[in-house]
């Protein structure tokens, strides 16, 4: 089994495959987000991922892995990362992080869900106020990447 990571850029072609690529990005987001935490379908298909670039890991053909990387005012936000529930704890998760760290210049920022706090610190994210606020009913804080170095060494496949 090989994993594929692709990468939808911000300026994507809405092709028929880049637009089964980026159905395929939502299934993982819908079973992790939707099913697995309750977030309301119109909560996390905010209209918005057209616009945004998107990353997605494949085992062999199947998606199981995806992050959405969009360009807001205040910078460049990586957000709805998601894993399969029973791809977890295989690294994935800081995998798609890196490469998503990778891909972006400046300005990188998320929102972390608080349960996941730990998880970005390590990756080297750090809190940017002490403030904790609700996204979906969800506790998240605020947190940027001030890191220069932001290469990682994944392959990744550019559509």
Same mark, same amino acid.
Request: hydrophobic share 40%.
């Given at each position: 089994?090989?994993? $594929?990571?692709?990468?939808? &850029?911000?300026?994507?072609?809405?092709?028929?495959?880049?637009?089964?690529?980026?159905?395929?990005?939502?299934?993982?987001?819908?079973? @992790?987000? @939707?099913?697995?935490?309750?977030?309301?379908?119109?909560?996390?298909?905010? %209209?918005?991922?057209?616009? $945004?670039?998107?990353?997605?890991?494949? =085992?062999?053909?199947?998606?199981?892995?995806?992050?959405?990387?969009? =360009?807001?005012?205040?910078?460049? =936000?990586?957000?709805?990362?998601?894993?399969?529930?029973?791809?977890?704890?295989? %690294?994935?998760?800081?995998?798609?992080?890196?490469?998503?760290? $990778?891909?972006?210049?400046?300005?990188?920022?998320?929102?972390?869900?608080?349960? $996941?706090?730990?998880?970005?610190?390590?990756?080297?994210? @750090?809190?940017?106020?002490?403030?904790?606020?609700?996204?979906?009913?969800? &506790?998240?804080?605020?947190?940027?990447?001030?890191?220069?170095?932001?290469?990682?060494?994944?392959?990744?496949?550019?559509?």
């Amino acid at each position: 089994m090989k994993d $594929s990571v692709i990468y939808l &850029p911000f300026d994507w072609e809405h092709t028929p495959e880049n637009l089964a690529l980026l159905a395929q990005c939502q299934a993982v987001r819908r079973t @992790v987000f @939707v099913e697995g935490q309750g977030v309301p379908e119109a909560v996390d298909f905010d %209209g918005n991922d057209e616009c $945004s670039a998107h990353l997605l890991i494949l =085992k062999d053909t199947e998606a199981i892995a995806t992050a959405r990387i969009r =360009k807001t005012d205040r910078g460049t =936000k990586l957000e709805r990362i998601a894993v399969l529930p029973a791809y977890r704890g295989t %690294g994935l998760g800081e995998h798609i992080v890196r490469c998503g760290i $990778s891909l972006i210049d400046e300005g990188l920022y998320i929102h972390a869900q608080m349960a $996941s706090l730990g998880f970005y610190t390590r990756l080297g994210f @750090v809190q940017e106020h002490a403030e904790i606020f609700y996204e979906a009913d969800i &506790p998240h804080t605020a947190m940027i990447y001030p890191h220069p170095e932001k290469e990682y060494p994944c392959q990744i496949i550019r559509r």
